[in-house]
């Protein structure tokens, strides 16, 4: 069965510093990989998707992410974290070809000024 | 922008009644779902259609919990009756696609409190 697993219950990072919120996942073949984004009583938003291609996805507000598939990793980054980046970030995969998205159990992200 | 609709946004019940939750999808998608997130949790699927088929209905419980989408285009999740453990966030989500490389777009939620 697929896993995606986040090691990090929060992060914490100084706002102007670089910030990385960890994923790894585990599937039987080759996955689409998510990152959403989750502000306090509010559903998910989007923020990028690896699908094939280069292992490096840029989306949404400056973020990007790496897919690294010897180590089974989709870490999420930014160069310049923002006060207001703080929030709930969730890492999801998808089998190709199955519908069912297997959401991680979030990090927080917790940027100070 | 297109939104995914739902309501209510908050819903305080007492065990053993019934409730309701409503969800609109962005136009013109055919695949909605229905998540549950447990506080401190990711969502979890509980079930999916595809225009107004259920595709996944399998982490569903089906002695309380019901789900119908009977023209293809917006959908009511039903648990008869609310028990303290479905105090969660109850999330709706569309995509234009079956294909598994679509993105979901959520809605804002309704979140559920049984007393």
Redesign the interface.
């Given at each position: 069965a697929q896993s995606?697993a986040q090691p990090e219950d929060q992060v914490n990072v100084a706002e102007g510093n670089p910030l990385t919120v960890k994923c790894t996942y585990s599937v039987s073949g080759n996955p689409?990989l998510?990152w959403?984004v989750q502000y306090p009583?509010?559903?998910?938003?989007?923020l990028l998707?690896y699908?094939t291609g280069d292992n490096l996805v840029k989306g949404s507000y400056g973020f990007e992410a790496e897919f690294n598939k010897s180590q089974t990793s989709f870490h999420l980054k930014k160069p310049s974290a923002l006060v207001s980046d703080s929030a709930l970030y969730?890492c999801?995969s998808?089998?190709?070809?199955?519908?069912?998205?297997v959401?991680?159990?979030?990090t927080r992200l917790l940027v100070s000024p | 922008e297109a939104e995914v609709a739902q309501s209510p946004r908050y819903k305080i019940t007492e065990k053993s009644q019934a409730v309701a939750f409503w969800c609109d999808p962005i136009s013109g998608h055919a695949t909605l779902y229905w998540y549950r997130q447990i506080l401190g949790q990711g969502p979890e699927l509980l079930v999916q259609f595809q225009d107004e088929s259920v595709v996944d209905d399998s982490q569903l419980p089906k002695d309380r919990f019901s789900a119908e989408r009977l023209k293809g285009v917006d959908s009511t999740l039903k648990i008869q009756p609310a028990e303290l453990g479905d105090s969660a966030m109850y999330l709706c989500a569309s995509s234009s696609g079956g294909d598994s490389y679509n993105e979901q777009f959520f809605g804002p939620g309704t979140r559920l409190t049984v007393l």
């Amino acid at each position: 069965a697929q896993s995606v697993a986040q090691p990090e219950d929060q992060v914490n990072v100084a706002e102007g510093n670089p910030l990385t919120v960890k994923c790894t996942y585990s599937v039987s073949g080759n996955p689409y990989l998510f990152w959403y984004v989750q502000y306090p009583n509010r559903g998910l938003q989007f923020l990028l998707k690896y699908i094939t291609g280069d292992n490096l996805v840029k989306g949404s507000y400056g973020f990007e992410a790496e897919f690294n598939k010897s180590q089974t990793s989709f870490h999420l980054k930014k160069p310049s974290a923002l006060v207001s980046d703080s929030a709930l970030y969730f890492c999801a995969s998808r089998e190709i070809g199955f519908q069912k998205l297997v959401f991680g159990t979030g990090t927080r992200l917790l940027v100070s000024p | 922008e297109a939104e995914v609709a739902q309501s209510p946004r908050y819903k305080i019940t007492e065990k053993s009644q019934a409730v309701a939750f409503w969800c609109d999808p962005i136009s013109g998608h055919a695949t909605l779902y229905w998540y549950r997130q447990i506080l401190g949790q990711g969502p979890e699927l509980l079930v999916q259609f595809q225009d107004e088929s259920v595709v996944d209905d399998s982490q569903l419980p089906k002695d309380r919990f019901s789900a119908e989408r009977l023209k293809g285009v917006d959908s009511t999740l039903k648990i008869q009756p609310a028990e303290l453990g479905d105090s969660a966030m109850y999330l709706c989500a569309s995509s234009s696609g079956g294909d598994s490389y679509n993105e979901q777009f959520f809605g804002p939620g309704t979140r559920l409190t049984v007393l």
